[in-house]
């Protein structure tokens, strides 16, 4: 096998790893400061992704629930350099659940549909997508999420650099802790807490044993909360040929 072969094969293969095994070597030497550079785990897209989302900051589209402010910013694991115009999208349940622009199938704890689909087709509230500023950052505007059975509480997000496809796509969770107090908020309590009770001093959520990147730091403000969270990304180009000019940063 040549080594143009092998470069291809391992450049199909990077989805499937994540990406993240092939810049071990990379992290351990040190040589990418861990909390600005480090790339984040990879996460399922999960079934409720839609093909259509609004291009906007404010998310929340009337629905009732605890205020809550996510701040991005975009870093390139090669630089160590934020990534200007970069697309940001994120979309989560409502107080009730439920995602907006789908069928909802709600299950019982024995993971049984409970009654019909509540179909939320044609909506678009907790969606958004935006461009990264110069600073590789951007801000959403939306609630605190709710949870759905047999899930930690959580919100997905995908990251895609101009022009070029999708590059990291992850669920960030929140902590049980917080979500306990979160859920005594009156457009939650009467669901009550989370059943999942995943905690973030113990357990990795999601499918990676070394994923403590994607939880939530996540502080009280106001009558809300706010979250402030790196996201480090790769062009799977970068590690296989040259890397584009927009990647060009010094």
Known sequence: MDRRTLLKGLAALA???GVRSVLADHHK????????????????????MV????????????QAGTPLTLN???MDTFSCNPLPGALVSIWHANAEGLYSGVENIVLDAGLKPVGGKIDTRGQTF????QKTDVNGRVSFKTIFPGWYYPRPTHTHVV?????????????????AE????????????????????????KDSPGDSSDAEDLWM????????????????????????????DFYRQS
């Open 15 to 17: 989805p499937v790893m």
């Open 126 to 129: 907790l969606r958004g997508m």
């Open 178 to 201: 917080v979500c306990d107090q979160a859920y005594l908020g009156e457009h939650y309590v009467q669901r009550g807490p989370n059943p999942d009770r995943t905690d973030s001093s």
């Open 72 to 74: 991005f910013q975009v």
């Open 51 to 62: 093909d259509e989302t609004p291009m906007r900051s404010d998310v929340v589209e009337g």
């Open 159 to 175: 990251v895609s650099p101009p022009d070029f496809g999708e590059v990291a796509t992850t669920q960030l969770y929140y902590p």
């Open 217 to 244: 730091d996540l502080r009280r403000d106001g009558d809300g909360y706010v979250a402030n969270h790196n996201l480090g990304v790769t062009f799977y180009g970068g590690m296989f040929g040259e890397l584009p």
């Open 29 to 48: 030497k040190g040589s990418l400061p861990a909390k600005t550079c480090r790339l984040i785990t990879q996460d399922i897209t999960g079934p409720y």
